[in-house]
């Protein structure tokens, strides 16, 4: 069964710093992983898709990373700014059902 | 494109009672589902259809019903409402296809029904 996990749960950095949130996931034989934004009260945001023969995807200041072998991938924020204030979720498809399984997500506060 | 819509946007329902979610896509894809999230547990998929006509459970199916009659909607039923189906429902829609070798689905999510069971 595919786990993936988030750590650490939240996160809280000044403005202007470059940050790296982690996901990592169980079961390599994946599709696509998929990096979702969710502000509070709201639903997801799909930032970016990496399939599984790519190694990266790059929006903007995002960008994110996938070692599909070691079963990690990273979302690189640069700049961070106190309208990046979100909890960010990861999430792998994997299966020929193509199920989607999530992280708990990490909940990131940028100070002004 | 309205994207994915679900309605209502809250609902307060009390024990033993029925009601349905509605969740329909203007974007012509396949794959809908829909998951619930709670607190502490993330999202969990409830049931799933890969195409008109076609659903399949998904990891929490207890308690939920869905058809899928056309590709634009796929409505969730609750039965009879018990306090541990308090949570939020959210409704995704799917972009399917291969690039480079690979097969890619983009889920694409609604804004979500917040219901409380009493």
């Known amino acids: 069964k595919q786990e993936v996990t988030q750590i650490p749960a939240a996160l809280s950095v000044p403005e202007g710093e470059n940050l790296v949130l982690n996901c990592s996931f169980t079961?390599?034989?994946?599709?696509?992983l998929q990096w979702f934004r969710q502000d509070p009260g709201k639903g997801l945001t799909s930032l970016l898709l990496?399939?599984?023969?790519?190694r990266e995807q790059t929006s903007g200041r995002l960008n994110a990373s996938l070692d599909k072998s070691s079963g990690r991938s990273t979302l690189y924020i640069a700049a961070s700014q106190p309208g990046d204030s979100a909890t960010y979720l990861c999430?792998?498809?994997?299966?020929?059902?193509?199920?989607?399984?999530f992280g708990k997500g990490i909940t990131l506060s940028v100070r002004p | 494109n309205a994207g994915v819509t679900q309605t209502p946007k809250f609902q307060v329902l009390k024990t033993g009672q029925s009601m349905t979610l509605q969740c329909a896509q203007d974007m012509n894809h396949e794959y809908m589902s829909w998951y619930r999230q709670d607190p502490g547990m993330g999202l969990r998929l409830i049931h799933y259809s890969v195409g008109a006509g076609i659903t399949d459970q998904g990891e929490v199916p207890n308690g939920y019903n869905v058809s899928r009659s056309t590709t634009e909607d796929f409505p969730l039923r609750l039965l009879s409402a018990a306090p541990s189906q308090t949570s939020v429902y959210f409704c995704?829609?799917?972009?399917?296809?291969?690039?480079?070798?690979?097969?890619?689905?983009?889920?694409?999510f609604g804004p979500g029904t917040r219901l409380t069971v009493l």
């Open positions: 999430a792998v498809l994997t299966g020929a059902n193509s199920k989607l399984t």
């Open positions: 990496i399939q599984s023969s790519q």
């Open positions: 079961d390599s034989a994946i599709y696509n």
């Open positions: 995704a829609s799917s972009r399917t296809g291969t690039s480079g070798g690979g097969t890619y689905n983009e889920q694409f």
